[in-house]
């Protein structure tokens, strides 16, 4: 089945650690996101990737990192930079310009 | 700044009714227009998409579309508790390689 999958469901950050979350898609789609959604607001964009190996900011990028080595696969890293990484991390991908993005099931971090 | 506007709610309407769902956006340039419903802790998931004036019908569900007064809405005919969610509006911003504006969502509850 084609989709795209995001793992794990649920992380837990300690003080001061980095953590990856991992989005995979075989949908074949060039175009990947990354989102973050807090209780009761609305989704902001954190980092997105037009193709392989170029990625660009969203409106919070700040603490975050990513990579593009493959078509494939979006990796998130929240650093510790991030003060308040606890929130619904949601990936997304996109077949062409004007077409629809699609999400995965997402991942919910928490605090330690 | 782009922004794409929405009532957060919540709209409650009884099992069977109609359920109209608004939203306005800035960008008078834009093209592509999504709704998407997400049931609490889950992951958005695509129901509509509307490029042209007018209407276009999907089952229960039928989007409207006004590029002159820069506002599309959704309408749920024959409402059901099943559609008790939170509904996002998206808009495709009008520049080549940029991800989605997304409102920060309805909350509609279906009572029976």
């Known amino acids: 089945d084609g989709g795209i999958t995001q793992s794990p469901k649920y992380l837990f950050r300690k003080e001061g650690q980095n953590v990856t979350l991992s989005c995979e898609q075989n949908?074949?789609?060039?175009?990947m996101y990354w989102y973050r959604q807090d209780p009761g607001q609305g989704l902001r964009l954190i980092y997105y990737s037009q193709i392989v190996n170029d990625f660009q900011k969203g409106d919070i990028a700040e603490g975050y990192s990513v990579s593009r080595e493959k078509k494939e696969s979006f990796p998130l890293t929240v650093t510790s930079a991030q003060k308040n990484p606890t929130a619904f991390y949601l990936c997304?991908?996109?077949?062409?310009?004007?077409?629809?993005?699609?999400f995965g099931d997402g991942t919910r971090l928490s605090i330690l | 700044q782009k922004e794409v506007e929405q009532n957060s709610g919540p709209l409650s309407v009884p099992e069977g009714a109609i359920a109209s769902l608004n939203c306005t956006y800035s960008d008078r340039g834009s093209q592509s227009f999504f709704w998407y419903r997400q049931y609490s802790g889950k992951s958005p998931e695509l129901i509509m998409s509307?490029?042209?004036?007018g209407d276009k019908e999907d089952g229960r569900f039928t989007a409207q579309l006004n590029k002159a007064s820069q506002y599309v809405s959704l309408l749920i005919r024959d409402s059901q508790p099943s559609d008790s969610a939170t509904y996002l509006c998206?808009?495709?911003?009008?520049?080549?390689?940029?991800?989605?504006?997304f409102g920060k969502g309805t909350t509609l509850s279906v009572s029976s």
């Open positions: 997304a991908s996109k077949d062409r310009e004007g077409q629809p993005q699609h």
């Open positions: 949908l074949n789609h060039d175009a």
């Open positions: 998206a808009v495709n911003a009008n520049q080549a390689g940029t991800a989605l504006i």
């Open positions: 509307i490029y042209s004036n």
